[in-house]
């Protein structure tokens, strides 16, 4: 028995609740499945249901599931840590990236971007309590960072993402969300020209505290797929994130 209408009907309650203690638009979070972990069938059905962003953490597992369900308009959203020998596949085959965090990185999904298809819609990541994770980058580091490459051609930077440890208490967590807004509204002073409109923020834990801080898109997996499949043995890319799988 599968609960995946259940869960999304729940899911979409919950931000809905969420906006409306905050005085905010619900048409302005949208949720982002995650799907890592999750088999291709899972993915359809999420889709018939009506979810349309999905995102995922491992490019080759990403691929496979992509050539199961190309039928379907899906948009994807990679939200996992970025190896410099996977951006072409990830320049080719997802709308959104939302870990960015090098220079480096942007360079190259930029110039490894189709010309065929649109700039990939890019978040940096940042790195709040600048834990020992190597993803990231310091807010300190932001504006630097967004200035290097605004003009890239094949990328359009939309905003901020952050994965405060999901273990801390609320307040903490809070705190992390805020301090992501406020430097995303610093950079939207900074460069009025560029499409800043994004806060990549919440999961299953902690949405109604990111939406309360502004979030605009929240990446949910465990409370709309259930539990994830762990793999039997490491997986080779889960150098980083680890402690969400
Ligand atoms: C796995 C993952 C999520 C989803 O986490 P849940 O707690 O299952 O909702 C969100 N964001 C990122 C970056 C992830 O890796």
Not at 21 to 34: D, M, S, T
Not at 103 to 117: F, G, M
Not at 123 to 148: D, F, H, P, V, Y
Not at 153 to 173: C, E, F, K, S, Y
Request: glycine residues 4%.
């Amino acid at each position: 028995m599968n609960n995946l209408e259940h869960n999304i009907t729940k899911v979409r309650a919950r931000i809905q609740y969420a906006a409306s203690q905050n005085q905010r638009n619900y048409e302005n979070i949208h949720l982002l499945a995650v799907s890592k972990t999750q088999s291709a069938e899972s993915v359809r059905h999420a889709w018939l249901l009506g979810l349309s962003h999905f995102g995922e953490n491992y490019v080759q597992e990403a691929l496979e599931k992509q050539k199961a369900l190309k039928d379907l308009a899906i948009i994807w959203h990679f939200i996992g840590h970025i190896q410099s020998n996977k951006t072409a596949a990830i320049a080719s085959h997802f709308d959104w990236v939302h870990t960015l965090d090098s220079e480096k990185v942007a360079t190259r999904l930029s110039n490894q971007r189709p010309r065929s298809l649109r700039p990939i819609q890019c978040c940096l990541q940042i790195n709040i309590n600048n834990e020992n994770t190597k993803s990231g980058i310091g807010i300190e580091r932001c504006e630097a960072m967004a200035s290097a490459i605004k003009d890239l051609p094949g990328i359009n930077l939309r905003g901020l993402m952050v994965i405060p440890d999901p273990a801390q208490p609320d307040n903490q967590l809070q705190y992390s969300f805020e301090k992501t807004r406020d430097t995303l509204t610093h950079l939207q002073s900074r460069f009025p020209d560029l499409q800043l409109d994004t806060l990549s923020m919440g999961m299953s834990r902690d949405m109604e505290l990111a939406i309360a801080a502004g979030s605009t898109i929240v990446r949910v997996g465990t409370d709309i797929f259930g539990p994830r499949v762990h793999a039997s043995r490491p997986h080779p890319e889960t150098t980083d994130n680890r402690g969400l799988l």
